[in-house]
């Protein structure tokens, strides 16, 4: 606790009086102590000769590491340093110029171009995926385009064409899509909305399916812990979810859907400026239905659950002449998905053992808010507030299982963001709050409890030099049931050359695990849920799960024959303190969760190469290994359904007149397969799946950039895993499970659609 007021403590100084080197100042004011001026530069291409001011270039007493910046207008004031007598004045792109200090209080600075050009025109071919150079955190930028090579009807399906991410089925009934990162699965991945979190708790794994596809503008991907600025929670990634902008979107844009499976799907976004040029809104509006009941293996099970799902988003947007920027918006999202056996009637056959089925209902609301101050003279410096809440409610039926879950949330994040002496060291801090009340029943037993966890933090940022950069963070939080706990991370990045760069990461991460929720398919099975917790007040009895990830990332840039590569390594491992185990192994008819008792890691290694082979033809070629183990019940054994090694090709044509063709093969080996030995012998699965290829193809066609049509086929080779649910036809017996997944549950799947934009 000492150590939680002293940084709180902190950070209110830091609130209350910043960095004195970023306060405004008036510049007719003179002091004795310091010294004033002013940094411009002659711009010899304007016919006025006009002399323009240099923003945040750097002003140091030479020899020294007393140093300040220059505001919007080029003005600088900097205290006296005694035996001092010269400035350096430096500004990327300048001569540097050493200014010998004389009479008088304000002086000023001239900075000549380094170099002087003739007018050229760069022509800078815009990649799909993008990944900066100059970030200390390897952060894949994946963009409309990228997303655009598949059908991307949500979240969890935006990663087909991206090595990075698994994306499997987490059972053969719910049809919900999960993604893994470094092996781990996706609640092990902080998942942002616009930099504020959104999904997690009981949505963990099931909210990927809450974002339409056509709402994304871009995502930005890394791996291994990300920022403290956005909490503790990150410990296999960060993925973060950018919508389209009011004030940038196109004024209407409308996508149709449709595939073979009986899938639906309408999505229409609408933009709108008010004339003041302050205020902008945008409404994005997604449906979704399906009612074609399909049994492709006649497994007497349908293959895809029934359909009706309406989600809305109503945002507005802000931006003041002066200081002032704001947005806020609200989310509503409606499902209900139906499936089990063909015939069941969820009316009369729920709870019951006439046949088997499946009904999930979800009732959610959203609403958020951001607002910002930032200061013109001095615009390094800003001060934020993020705020959110959540009212999530479901109704889950499972054969004669049933789980009702409601969470509340709120959130708030207050942001600080200035320098240290001049703009080569700029830092982030504040304070934030996480709210979360859980109450949940499956069958007859209640899983309640209230998480309140406040914190601080403070990260700094070290941008001196192109060679050399890095971002060092920590924070502390207390957790009303776990108590204190604090996070650090670091990031480095060194440029090799011009063309390579090498980073490397570390930090810890911390989560409470809901086992049920994130756990979900296992309940399509009659595996008996067994939690290992004991009488505290902590959720489930169960401890938080705790972990250390580490990562050395190597990027390089190459031209071969005038056409532009990149190859990527990047080596990452995670060490469990504590991880709340789900074994599956001591029983087939039972799960068991309780906290780690030996070792768990996770090993991550991966080569990629991207090159655009022949002109207009880009190539994306990947392998991947991991070396995910866990002691379950005192033996350590590979984590099952993850796959030790991946291949992954990525091809995409692009002629002149709009034809796109896509492409992706996806190779994936050998999956551990839980324990089955005990169960009768027609009940019994091997120790291992084999391996399998899967290959998606899209082709599209635009006109004039306003509309488009896309036909395209999911798993063309039509690999399926044979009998995906065990003693299908006796679902209420002892051995029925839907939740052995190691492959694909569904056949080749042929769709269509169309999008239109008026910009």
């Not at 940038?248 to 609408?270: C, K, P, S």
């Not at 400026?273 to 509006?285: E, G, V």
């Not at 615009?379 to 959540?390: F, H, K, Y």
């Amino acid at each position: 606790m000492k150590l939680i007021k002293a940084i709180f403590g902190f950070v209110l100084l830091v609130f209350a009086f910043g960095p004195i080197q970023a306060q405004d100042h008036d510049h007719n004011d003179h002091d004795e102590n310091f010294i004033e001026g002013i940094v411009l530069e002659k711009n010899e291409s304007n016919a006025d000769q006009k002399e323009l001011p240099l923003i945040a270039a750097n002003v140091y007493w030479l020899g020294t590491n007393v140093g300040v910046a220059t505001d919007l207008e080029g003005h600088f004031k900097i205290k006296k340093v005694e035996g001092a007598k010269q400035l350096e004045v430096s500004y990327v792109g300048y001569k540097t110029a050493v200014y010998e200090v004389e009479e008088g209080h304000h002086i000023k600075v001239q900075l000549e171009s380094e170099v002087m050009m003739e007018e050229v025109e760069v022509v800078h071919k815009k990649k799909s995926t993008e990944v900066s150079y100059l970030n200390p955190l390897k952060t894949e930028n994946i963009g409309e385009k990228e997303l655009l090579k598949g059908a991307c009807c949500n979240l969890s399906e935006s990663f087909e064409t991206s090595p990075s991410v698994d994306v499997s089925f987490t059972d053969a009934v719910t049809g919900t899509r999960q993604i893994q990162m470094l092996g781990l699965s996706g609640p092990y991945t902080q998942i942002t909305r616009e930099n504020m979190p959104s999904i997690r708790g009981l949505t963990a794994v099931t909210g990927l399916t809450y974002v339409p596809g056509t709402w994304i503008e871009s995502i930005q991907l890394n791996k291994g812990t990300g920022t403290v600025v956005n909490g503790f929670e990150s410990i296999a990634g960060q993925i973060n979810v950018e919508l389209r902008k009011p004030e940038e979107a196109e004024r209407v844009y409308l996508n149709l859907y449709a595939n073979e499976g009986g899938r639906l799907e309408a999505n229409a976004n609408f933009a709108h400026r008010f004339k003041d040029k302050k205020w902008s809104t945008a409404l994005l509006l997604h449906a979704k239905k399906n009612t074609v009941e399909n049994d492709r293996n006649n497994d007497s099970f349908l293959d895809n659950p029934l359909t009706n799902q309406f989600i809305g988003i109503n945002r507005w947007k802000y931006i003041g002449e002066k200081n002032l920027r704001a947005q806020f918006g609200v989310k509503a999202t409606l499902i209900e998905n139906v499936g089990g056996q063909v015939g069941f009637d969820p009316n009369k056959d729920i709870l019951t053992d006439n046949v088997w089925g499946m009904q999930q209902k979800v009732n959610r609301l959203e609403g958020w808010a951001k607002i910002a101050l930032v200061f013109p003279k001095t615009p390094w410096r800003s001060v934020a507030i993020q705020m959110s809440g959540v009212n999530h409610e479901q109704e889950n039926y499972f054969g004669l299982t049933n789980y009702d879950a409601d969470q509340k949330s709120l959130y708030a994040n207050l942001i600080y963001q200035g320098i240290l002496g001049n703009t080569n060291h700029g830092f982030k801090t504040g304070l934030s709050f996480q709210y979360d009340d859980y109450r949940q029943l499956l069958n007859k037993v209640n899983y309640n409890f209230v998480e309140t966890i406040p914190g601080a933090y403070f990260e700094y940022s070290f941008n001196k030099s192109d060679k050399f950069n890095m971002v060092a963070g920590i924070r502390a939080d207390h957790h009303n049931a776990f108590g204190a706990f604090v996070t650090p991370r670091l990031h480095m990045r060194y440029a090799i050359s011009d063309n390579t760069v090498i980073r490397a990461s570390g930090g810890r991460g911390q989560r409470t695990a809901n086992v049920i929720s994130e756990n979900m398919g296992m309940l399509a099975s009659n595996r008996f849920f067994n939690i290992h917790g004991d009488s505290s007040d902590k959720p489930y009895g169960l401890e938080a799960e705790v972990a250390w990830n580490y990562g050395i990332n190597l990027n390089h840039e190459f031209q071969l024959d005038y056409r532009a590569g990149r190859i990527g390594v990047d080596f990452y491992r995670t060490n469990f303190e504590n991880q709340i185990v789900v074994d599956l192994d001591q029983n087939p008819q039972e799960v068991h969760f309780y906290n780690l008792d030996g070792q768990s890691f996770s090993n991550s290694f991966q080569i990629q190469l991207d090159y655009e082979l022949l002109k207009r033809v880009d190539v994306r070629l990947a392998y991947r290994w991991y070396d995910v183990k866990t002691t379950y019940d005192g033996e350590l054994l590979n984590k099952p359904f993850v796959a030790s090694n991946r291949a992954f090709l990525n091809v995409g044509y692009e002629t002149r007149d709009n034809w796109k063709f896509d492409a992706t093969l996806n190779w994936q080996g050998q999956k551990r397969i839980p324990f089955t030995g005990s169960n009768p012998v027609e009940f019994q699965l091997p120790e291992n799946s084999p391996s399998f290829v899967q290959m998606n193809t899209q082709v599209s066609k635009g006109w004039k950039d306003q509309f488009e049509i896309y036909v395209g086929a999911e798993n063309l080779l039509n690999f399926r895993q044979d009998n995906p649910i065990l003693a299908a036809s006796e679902p209420f017996g002892d051995y029925f499970d839907s939740s052995l997944i190691w492959g694909p549950v569904f056949g080749r799947n042929i769709y269509m659609g169309l999008r239109y934009r008026l910009k």
